[in-house]
């Protein structure tokens, strides 16, 4: 199983869109992906609300539905058969919530918009997830989307200028597209609706699917490592949060199971 987090503590960067065609992607392939929302907002939870019962099925875990009295437990309640996890993270991230979000995380994907803003956000979130989170650039989990880019504009150069500063590959190059919005509307991934003449977007995410698939040297070195960390972490959670508090557990939400027909 694979771990996948979504991050960028600044709003607006595209998170939600690359977590929803993610999953999108791994339930037309039959991988049986789960959808992990933490976000308040709920977009991703939305989003698979809205699918019908002939799509190809996505697990859903809205994860910020449970509160406080959440523990890691219900977080590793997956579905038997799961392949993929994607997690959609809030936005305003703090730096000391990153170890968390990143230890078990195989892939850590980082979408930047084409903005000084974004930049300048992106420059303080690599240095947190180096220093903090200390995410090592030789593991190859740690991945750079350029997101809604508009090529041969300068602010699109400016980009591509400081992302190739990092040391930090870039994994997909994705365009500024209506297709995102039509597809979101309806509950549905990129490759879900139906291919007029956005080729172009798709073979955009190929590259990224390709260096998913890639194992990085953090899952090959310390797999077995972080499942006892989380076994004991949620043991642990558990334990505490009986001593302190009710028990509160609700079941995790999904939508229908269906196959796409």
Same mark, same amino acid.
């Given at each position: 199983m694979q771990r996948i987090v979504v991050l960028n503590p600044k709003g607006g960067s595209g998170k939600t869109t690359i977590a929803v065609n993610l999953a999108s992607h791994f339930a037309l392939r039959g991988e049986r992906p789960v959808l992990m929302d933490y976000d308040v907002q709920g977009s991703s939870s939305h989003w698979v609300q809205k699918r019908h019962e002939t799509q190809a099925h996505v697990h859903l875990i809205s994860v910020f539905e449970r509160g406080a009295l959440a523990t890691r437990t219900f977080e590793l309640r997956f579905p038997e058969g799961t392949g993929r996890v994607i997690i959609d993270t809030p936005a305003a991230v703090e730096a000391q919530a990153m170890p968390e979000l990143t230890r078990t995380a195989d892939k850590i994907l980082v979408p930047v918009l084409p903005s000084d803003f974004d930049i300048y956000a992106c420059t303080r979130l690599v240095q947190n997830l180096l220093l903090v989170a200390k995410v090592k650039r030789r593991d190859?989990?740690?991945?750079?989307?350029? !997101? #809604?880019? #508009?090529? !041969?504009? +300068? *602010? /699109?150069? =400016?980009?591509? #200028?400081? $992302?190739?500063? +990092?040391?930090?590959?870039?994994?997909?190059? $994705?365009?500024? *597209?209506? /297709? /995102?919005? #039509? =597809? =979101?509307?309806?509950?549905?991934?990129l490759e879900e609706i139906k291919p007029y003449d956005f080729d172009e977007d798709l073979a955009q995410w190929q590259s990224l699917f390709d260096w998913l698939d890639v194992p990085s040297t953090h899952s090959a070195s310390a797999s077995g490592a972080s499942a006892s960390s989380a076994s004991a972490s949620s043991a642990s959670a558990s334990s505490a949060s009986a001593s302190s508090a009710p028990a509160s557990s609700a079941p995790a939400s999904s939508a229908p199971a269906a196959r796409r027909a």
């Open positions: 190859n989990r740690l991945g750079i989307i350029a !997101n #809604r880019v #508009r090529r !041969n504009t +300068l *602010s /699109y150069q =400016a980009l591509m #200028r400081f $992302l190739g500063t +990092l040391g930090i590959p870039i994994v997909a190059t $994705l365009r500024d *597209s209506q /297709y /995102y919005v #039509r =597809a =979101a509307t309806l509950g549905l991934g």
